[in-house]
């Protein structure tokens, strides 16, 4: 059982919109900046999103994040195949002293 | 270009250690928060343990508290994982990463007998 909560699973055509959401507490998201990471099978993660709502150079703008009160959301725009992956949002947490993952979200683009 | 590049995975019996070494370059190491974040086999990430920049503070994660000692060398680069009394539940792909996002590709530790 994840300290963060995301749903197993989320769907969407082409070309449309998917919202992700990470649901946590007063202690970590409450608390701390969020991060999103992209992981494509068999491959390493990738940073998508930091600081809550900020993209690395690379990352197109159809991703971007958010947060509110304990609750962050990670919405992809203009969905493309090459989108179907495993999402997963990260903090800290205060009251664990523990780093916290979601139990990840598969994407899967129709 | 920043590079993380973990070795020393490999297949221990339980009850047996094993060190994971992450080299870096490409950034000024010394400046970053190191983690460490295992994936088991079909299953999610989970975050194994932090150390500050300067090695003053370190946390782990309960699974591992006790077990697994975090360690490392700004001389060098190289950010270390000590693992002591390993158990199968700890076979996964173990990956470096940095505060800022970095993650280097991974090193498999399998615990089986």
């Known amino acids: 059982q994840s300290v963060l909560t995301q749903p197993p699973s989320v769907s969407a055509a082409p070309g449309q919109k998917v919202t992700i959401s990470c649901s946590g507490s007063?202690?970590?998201?409450?608390?701390?900046?969020v991060s999103w990471h992209q992981q494509f099978p068999g491959t390493a993660p990738k940073l998508l999103i930091y600081e809550n709502n900020k993209r690395p150079s690379g990352i197109p703008d159809r991703f971007s994040g958010s947060k509110s009160g304990t609750s962050a959301t990670l919405d992809i725009t203009g969905l493309q195949i090459g989108d179907e992956a495993d999402y997963y949002c990260v903090t800290w947490d205060s009251s664990l002293t523990a780093g916290v993952f979601g139990g990840g979200t598969k994407l899967t683009v129709l | 270009q920043v590079q993380l590049v973990e070795s020393g995975g490999g297949v221990v019996q339980p009850g047996t250690s094993l060190r994971l070494s992450c080299a870096a370059s490409?950034?000024?190491?010394?400046?970053?928060?190191m983690h460490w974040v295992r994936q088991a086999p079909g299953k999610g990430l989970e975050w194994v343990s932090v150390?500050?920049?300067?090695?003053?503070?370190?946390y782990y994660a309960d699974s591992v508290k006790g077990r697994f000692t975090l360690s490392r060398d700004n001389s060098m680069n190289i950010l270390y994982l000590q693992m002591n009394s390993l158990r199968p539940e700890d076979t996964a792909m173990y990956y470096c990463?940095?505060?800022?996002?970095?993650w280097g590709q991974g090193t498999l530790v399998t615990v089986a007998s």
């Open positions: 990463a940095t505060d800022r996002g970095d």
């Open positions: 490409g950034f000024t190491f010394s400046n970053y928060n």
């Open positions: 007063g202690s970590n998201i409450g608390k701390n900046y």
């Open positions: 150390i500050s920049s300067d090695e003053s503070n370190k």
